[in-house]
C-alpha cells in the first residue's frame, strides 16, 4: 500500500520561509514522479513542483518565480519543497502525490496517489 505523509506546514509571516516534506512508501519501482500541489480555497488545484526519482529533473509552476526549490533523498524515499519569499497568496493545502514514470521529466498530470495534506498559512 502507497502512503505519502507531508509535514511543514505551518503559519508564516509575508516574506518567509518554510520547508514541505513528502515521506513516500510502499512502491517498489524506482521510475516515479513526486510533484507538489496546492489548493486554495475557491480555487483549482495546482502544480508547484515535481522531481523525477531517476533523472533528477525538476519542474514548477509558473507562479514560483525562483522563489521554491523541490530536492529529494532517494535513500530516504523523501522529497523536500524548500519554500523562499511566501506571500500571502501562497497559502493553500499542499499535497504531495506519485505516479510511475519512464520518462526522464516529470508532468503535472495522472498521479495515483496523494497525501493527506498540510496547510500552509502566509500572513502577518
Known amino acids: 500500500q502507497v502512503q505519502l505523509v507531508e509535514s511543514g506546514g505551518g503559519l508564516v509571516q509575508p516574506g518567509g520561509s518554510l520547508r514541505l516534506s513528502c515521506a513516500a512508501s510502499?512502491?517498489?519501482?524506482?521510475?516515479?514522479?513526486i510533484g507538489w500541489f496546492r489548493q486554495a480555497p475557491g480555487k483549482e488545484r495546482e502544480g508547484v513542483s515535481c522531481?523525477?526519482?531517476?533523472?533528477?529533473?525538476?519542474d514548477y509552476g509558473g507562479f514560483v518565480k525562483g522563489r521554491f526549490t523541490i530536492f529529494r533523498d532517494n535513500s530516504k524515499n523523501t522529497v523536500w519543497l524548500q519554500m523562499n519569499s511566501l506571500n500571502p497568496e501562497d497559502t493553500a493545502v499542499y499535497y504531495c502525490?506519485?505516479?510511475?514514470?519512464?520518462?526522464?521529466?516529470?508532468?503535472?498530470?495522472?498521479?495515483?496517489?496523494w497525501g493527506q495534506g498540510t496547510q500552509v498559512t502566509v500572513s502577518s
Open positions: 502525490a506519485l505516479r510511475p514514470y519512464l520518462g526522464s521529466g516529470c508532468p503535472f498530470y495522472a498521479y495515483n496517489y
Open positions: 522531481i523525477n526519482s531517476r533523472y533528477g529533473n525538476t
Open positions: 510502499g512502491f517498489s519501482r524506482d521510475d516515479y514522479v
